[in-house]
């Protein structure tokens, strides 16, 4: 019992829930302004901070401020490693969780239309779509994750096409973090700029995708709404007509009865 799917997806809540709270307790964005320790320093400091970074995402710690927190404290170079690798880290984590705790329990409950076709995207064309997720970010980090999980995507894709589609904002953000304390420089202008940009261009192609998937939501072989109406038009205008045929029938009678006595002399 203790592990059936309902167990385990109350398992991956609590886990979740446990994060949200320990994030919210330890804060760890203060390192935006507090620094990093100072016992910690070289390789050995970014990759203590990518572990961190990995572990931060999967508990709901927004990317980008772990994004501009590495380029601050590290540079554009080593801040872009180290929030590289904590990107992968943290999606793999994630696509863990969800798929050994939360993919039993949540795929029948996978019926909406936007939901079904999520699913299936990433079920059929798993690295390209998630690499376009993470090229344009409009969807949150770890919605993305426990969605692919949830989906019957396989994990190296998945990783694969993390790594890739992270590549271009998150150097944006860490040039954007790295050059934080001059905002007029080329450099953060241009960062910046990629940022808005890439934002803009998430928002564009989810309409689209949203106004696609509203357009196509009938299941095939099924007739619209105003279809409907219309075919059902016929049989409403087609009741008026029983009773004149009725009176028709009255009408054969009448006849009949006037016809009576002549049939009666024949």
């Not at 203790?2 to 979740?16: D, E, G, N, W």
């Not at 910690?40 to 931060?56: D, E, I, Q, W």
Request: proline share 8%; net charge positive.
């Amino acid at each position: 019992m203790l592990l059936s799917p309902k167990a385990r997806l109350t398992y991956l809540a609590v886990i979740l829930l446990s994060a949200g709270v320990s994030v919210l307790l330890f804060e760890p964005q203060r390192l935006l302004s507090a620094g990093w320790p100072p016992q910690l320093s070289g390789a050995g400091a970014v990759l203590v901070f990518g572990l961190a970074y990995g572990v931060c995402t999967a508990a709901l710690v927004p990317r980008p401020i772990l994004n501009l927190a590495a380029g601050a404290l590290f540079g554009t170079q080593a801040g872009f490693a180290a929030a590289l690798g904590g990107t992968v880290l943290g999606a793999g984590l994630s696509f863990a969780l969800g798929r050994a705790l939360g993919q039993e329990a949540l795929r029948p409950y996978v019926r909406g239309r936007w939901l079904k076709a999520a699913d299936g995207q990433l079920s059929r064309h798993g690295f390209r779509s998630m690499l376009a997720i993470r090229l344009f970010p409009g969807m949150p980090f770890v919605v993305a994750n426990y969605a692919a999980a949830v989906s019957r995507m396989r994990c190296l894709p998945f990783l694969l096409a993390t790594a890739l589609g992270s590549v271009p904002n998150t150097v944006a953000y860490v040039v954007a973090g790295s050059r934080a304390t001059s905002p007029t420089s080329p450099a953060f202008l241009v960062s910046t700029g990629f940022i808005v940009v890439s934002a803009l261009a998430a928002a564009v192609v989810g309409w689209r995708k949203r106004h696609r998937l509203t357009g196509a939501g009938a299941p095939p072989g099924s007739k619209p709404k105003l279809e409907a109406e219309e075919a059902a038009q016929p049989k409403l205008e087609a009741e008026p007509e029983v009773v004149p045929a009725g009176a028709g029938a009255g009408a054969g009678a009448k006849a009949g009865v006037t016809a009576g006595p002549g049939a009666s002399g024949s």
